[in-house]
């Protein structure tokens, strides 16, 4: 049973913000995620942490410097998913930008699996030259094989302890940027820059991938202008990289502290002013968003699952390819096949949800602290999206297993709540059962993890087991914290777009506010969607409740999102129902 709870709010220092400026409802907002001061909501570059309190950064930026004067061959080891897609478009726009010779390659997530492993260090070994990148798995045929000096880990790496010493061992350089939770033992890279590592100072461990890797390309540029060999154009075009840090930045879920609030932010404002790069452009057109309004949900829940299709469903080097575009018609057509892709991930997504509902009618859900679900149909790359949905159900920590290639491992994505660190718990579960678990990695809200398919059952009870001493009865009840009730003079078009050009997302949530109303009139649109038109106090006020058809009664306790309706060019501020009783 959902609860709607109060957001624990810090009334004077509501009042001090409000005395600084903001309304008394967005003060009130601001101080309840934990704002103290207005200097929190700076949004300016210049407020960005210092480049120099990233470990290892200055040191990087050195070895980097020098092998572009060198003239030496960089390959970009990229991830599958839109972090990791965003991180290498980063270092490959940034590093061409600084003169550098530098190519990319993507694992296929069904043939190798994630991160830099030997199987892909060797494949890197057999690099060709090309326009965008290196097809996964597929034969580097008709063109002269190439060795790279160095390789260059972007959103992985940090766990990839044999596949750095299979670079090694071929004689390959590798430089480590990443931002996962390190493992007992790190590689044995030429230089890591990860805010996770041990002893690293900087003060945002929540940097994503593509954070790391444009924080890289700063302390590239601050080296170059102490060498005197960069150009004030080149400087500048730096900048220019932030729509995908934004992109990455939302699209990986992290938390969005200050730091990474300013990222976003700064990147939406290009992406407002058509300052963005053409792939962006198109997957905005695609999904039918208009870029001069864009905001930080449009990134989450309309551009980032586009790209992340690719990657899910066949190869990251589509989604990459389209980022790294600089023609219009292009990326249009590569944006298109991206949307194919997620309309196909989503058909797959519905009946792995059937399936997995109907399994679960045989369970009684509410005596589990955990779910743990496998089927052999389940698609390896939509096991994360299923994982999140089950977790928002149920609310409790949730991994799906689908078959691995070879069908002799099962591939899990897990998803938690926000009591329970999950790779903290894979960790625990792995110390207790040594055997049991191949490899995981991740961090607290979302892991990945191999075993083997015999052992699945076995999995199964020891992460409950885990799961039931690290949670309580009282983290499995479901809480929507609301920022309690709008007055009727903040129920507005212009209330509700100043929230829109906010950036919210993980750790920093939209606002959710709840009331009493009555149902004035309710009516089913789009067949499965309720149209609701409720009244308080004389007020009316127009309502849509999602994926709901049944009538409502005559009075309502409703939690409620102020949204932006545009309709045949017109724009009207309305009530989107999260939750009634």
């Known amino acids: 049973m959902l609860e709607i709870v109060a957001r624990h709010t810090n009334e004077t220092t509501a009042e001090q913000l409000a005395t600084a400026g903001y309304s008394a409802a967005l003060a009130h907002i601001y101080a309840a995620r934990g704002i103290t001061h207005s200097t929190q909501l700076e949004h300016s570059l210049a407020n960005l942490l210092p480049l120099d309190q990233l470990q290892n950064a200055g040191t990087m930026a050195i070895l980097l410097a020098d092998a572009i004067a060198a003239h030496k061959k960089l390959l970009v080891i990229a991830d599958y998913d839109a972090d990791g897609a965003t991180a290498c ?26 991160g830099l492993t030997p199987e892909i260090v060797r494949l890197a070994a057999q690099w060709a030259p090309c326009s965008g990148g290196v097809p996964s798995g597929v034969p580097l045929q ?33 430089l480590v940027t990443d931002h996962h939770l390190p493992g007992d033992v790190l590689p044995d890279a030429a230089c890591i820059v990860n805010p996770n590592q041990p002893d690293c100072p900087f003060p945002s461990k929540n940097l994503a991938g593509v954070g790391v890797m444009f924080y ?9 202008r102490t060498r005197g ?34 990222l976003v932010q700064q990147g939406l404002l290009r992406i407002r002013a058509g300052k963005t790069c053409a792939g962006i452009a198109a997957l905005f057109a695609i999904a039918k968003k208009n870029p001069a309004r864009a905001i930080s949900q449009d990134l989450g829940f309309a551009i980032g699952p586009r790209l992340n299709a690719a990657g899910r469903l066949e190869d990251m080097r589509l989604g990459i390819d389209c980022l790294l575009s600089d023609d219009d018609e292009a990326a249009t057509l590569m944006a298109k096949r991206l949307d194919e892709l997620n ?20 369970v009684q859900v509410a005596d589990n602290y955990s779910l743990a679900l496998f089927n052999e149909s389940w698609h390896q790359g939509v096991i994360g999206i299923l994982a999140s949905r089950l977790k928002d159900k149920f ?28 790779r903290d718990a894979l960790d625990l579960v792995s110390k207790r059962h040594p055997t049991l678990i191949k490899k995981f990695g991740g961090h607290a809200a979302a892991a990945g993890l191999t075993i083997a398919h015999t052992d699945y059952g076995n999995f199964v009870e020891a992460f409950e087991q885990v ?19 709008l007055t009727a003079q903040d129920i507005n078009l212009e209330f509700a777009q100043q929230l829109d050009q906010q950036i919210w997302g993980q750790g920093f949530p939209a606002p959710v506010f709840d009331d009493d109303f009555v149902v004035q009139q309710q009516r089913v649109v789009g067949e499965k969607h309720l149209k609701l038109r409720l009244s308080k106090s004389g007020q009316l006020y127009e309502a849509i409740l999602f994926g709901y058809v049944e009538s409502l009664p005559d009075s309502i306790h409703a939690a409620y999102s102020l949204s932006v309706n545009e309709y045949n060019g017109k724009r009207s501020v309305q009530l989107i129902i999260r939750h009634w009783e």
Do not use: C
Request: glycine letters at 8%.
């Open 216 to 224: 890289v390309l700063l302390a590239l540029r601050a080296e170059l």
């Open 395 to 422: 609310h409790r920590p949730v991994i799906a297993f689908a078959l691995s290639t070879d069908k002799q491992e099962l591939k899990g994505s897990g998803r938690s709540i926000g009591a329970l660190h999950l």
């Open 89 to 114: 478009a980063v270092a490959v726009r940034g590093l061409r930008i600084f003169g550098a010779q530098v190519d990319f390659i993507v694992p296929n997530r069904f043939e190798y699996g994630y």
């Open 343 to 362: 309309q196909e991930r989503r058909s797959i997504e519905t009946d792995m949800q059937e399936v997995a509902m109907a399994a679960l009618e045989s």
């Open 229 to 262: 060999q960069l150009t004030e154009e080149q400087g500048k075009r730096v900048i220019t990289l932030l729509d995908l840090v934004a992109l990455g930045t939302v699209a990986d879920v992290v938390k969005l502290d200050q730091n990474n609030r300013i």
């Open 467 to 485: 799961i039931r001493e690290l949670l309580s009865e009282a983290d499995l009840q479901q809480k929507l914290e609301s920022d309690g009730a």
């Open 142 to 174: 008709g063109a002269a094989k190439e060795k790279p000096d160095i390789l260059i880990t972007v959103d992985n790496g940090i766990a990839s302890v044999e596949g750095v010493a299979e670079a090694n061992r071929l004689g390959m350089q590798v």
